[in-house]
């Protein structure tokens, strides 16, 4: 396998770290558990750690790699009826181009993580669930329900699609070269139905982003702009809140009735 090839050095401008670890790299896909026949695209497949397990349990899989060096060794070594590789940008890519309902996983680069997780939810309604590993802390502020310290942007405009899942931790030495950093496992789930929806996606956005921008002030002084001191009645939120302490429904509510009043304030 891939003998035609000296060894591939890695490159950092890709975020390249190879997980070499084989009890976590089986610990991943049992969480990813793919099935017969599904439809599973992998970003990032590098030197095809979890790629290699994914088509033995699926039959054939897409998989997107910007580095054209490993493309060559992945070409290589899978036939492509196992193994549609796209050389691409994952930020570029056109999703909606592969079947769905789709599986979206991968060990993502982490210098462009949490760009993709906003680049894929433009795809929401064609993805059946995301497996990552992502950086511990970004998995952290992924998850951080209302309350917590770790909650952010980054928490409250996936939460409001997405059922949000820690699995578990990944030390750095499971890969090659060891990482400064802890890794995490996450799942991601389309809420479909039961998703939340803002009258004004961009307006909730933007409403969301200026609160954690300013996420030390209270939300009557961090929000003055979108919401008056009797909107905060009607609305039900405490106006001497911050924004970390609020659940999406709120963040929902807030924005739906500044859409409302915008032009009166
Ligand atoms: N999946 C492999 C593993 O677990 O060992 C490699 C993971 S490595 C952390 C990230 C991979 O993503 C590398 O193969 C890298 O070349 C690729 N990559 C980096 N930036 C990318 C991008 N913008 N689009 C697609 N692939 C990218």
């Not at 490159?11 to 558990?33: M, P, T, Y």
């Not at 099935?35 to 030197?47: K, W």
């Not at 897409?62 to 493309?71: F, G, N, P, S, T």
Request: glycine share 4%; with cysteine; net charge positive.
């Amino acid at each position: 396998m891939m003998s035609d090839f000296s060894p591939h050095r890695a490159r950092k401008r890709f975020g390249q770290n190879f997980l070499v670890d084989q009890n976590i790299i089986n610990g991943i896909i049992d969480a990813i558990d793919p099935i017969a026949g599904q439809h599973i695209v992998e970003i990032g497949p590098g030197q095809a750690a979890l790629t290699r397990k994914l088509i033995h349990a699926v039959g054939s899989i897409d998989a997107i790699e910007i580095d054209r060096d490993l493309v060559a060794r992945l070409t290589h070594e899978f036939p492509v009826e196992k193994l549609r590789v796209h050389q691409a940008d994952a930020m570029e890519f056109d999703f909606s181009t592969l079947p769905s309902p789709l599986r979206v996983v991968g060990n993502l680069p982490y210098n462009i993580s949490t760009p993709i997780l906003f680049r894929l939810c433009e795809y929401e309604d064609r993805i059946s669930d995301m497996t990552f590993m992502l950086q511990k802390e970004v998995v952290e502020r992924m998850a951080a329900a209302a309350g917590d310290d770790a909650r952010g942007r980054l928490s409250v405009m996936l939460q409001y699609r997405f059922k949000v899942e820690k699995r578990f931790d990944v030390p750095p030495t499971a890969f090659k070269p060891v990482p400064a950093v802890d890794s995490s496992i996450v799942r991601l789930t389309p809420l479909g139905s039961a998703r939340l929806r803002p009258k004004d996606e961009i307006l909730f956005a933007r409403i969301v982003n200026e609160a954690f921008s300013q996420r030390r002030k209270m939300l009557r002084k961090s929000l003055a702009k979108w919401v008056t001191a009797d909107g905060w009645k009607t609305i039900g939120v405490a106006p001497t809140a911050r924004a970390e302490e609020l659940t999406c429904e709120a963040f929902v509510a807030i924005s739906d009735w500044a859409g409302v009043h915008r032009n009166a304030l």
